[in-house]
Nanobody
Framework: QVRLVESGGGLVQAGGSLRLSCAAS????????MGWFRQAPGKEREFVAA????????SYAETVKGRFTISRDNAKNTVYLQMNSLKPEDTAVYYC????????????????WGQGTQVTVSS
């Protein structure tokens, strides 16, 4: 298992930017595909983005494509989510997740999850 801790959430105006970070500890970070998910009040958790073990392959939800960028630094055991052109509908708790030997897709088996970080976008 890998332990995940998110940070970087906060309150931002529409059109602004935030960068989320997820620090991992435990088993070899480079063995995990990483993903970001989010859950808005009253809604189900949804996929946001994922990337594979070395970061060469990424995938995004259509709602964030072109605005969000997922990346990782295996030397720092950290995955990032750069969020630009934020919209009020991006307001949610954002969760980091890890999938052992995953491919970097929504369908990976994400077995480890962080506690989440709140992102609020005001209009």
């Amino acid at each position: 298992q890998v332990r995940l801790v998110e940070s970087g959430g906060g309150l931002v105006q529409a059109g602004g930017s935030l960068r989320l970070s997820c620090a991992a500890s435990g088993r070899a970070f480079s063995s995990y595909a990483m993903g970001w998910f989010r859950q808005a009040p009253g809604k189900e958790r949804e996929f946001v983005a994922a990337l594979n073990l070395n970061g060469a392959r990424t995938s995004y939800a259509e709602t964030v494509k072109g605005r969000f960028t997922i990346s990782r630094d295996n030397a720092k055991n950290t995955v990032y989510l750069q969020m630009n052109s934020l919209k009020p509908e991006d307001t949610a708790v954002y969760y980091c997740a890890a999938a052992l030997y995953g491919l970097g897709y929504e369908g990976d088996r994400f077995g480890s999850w962080g506690q989440g970080t709140q992102v609020t976008v005001s209009s």
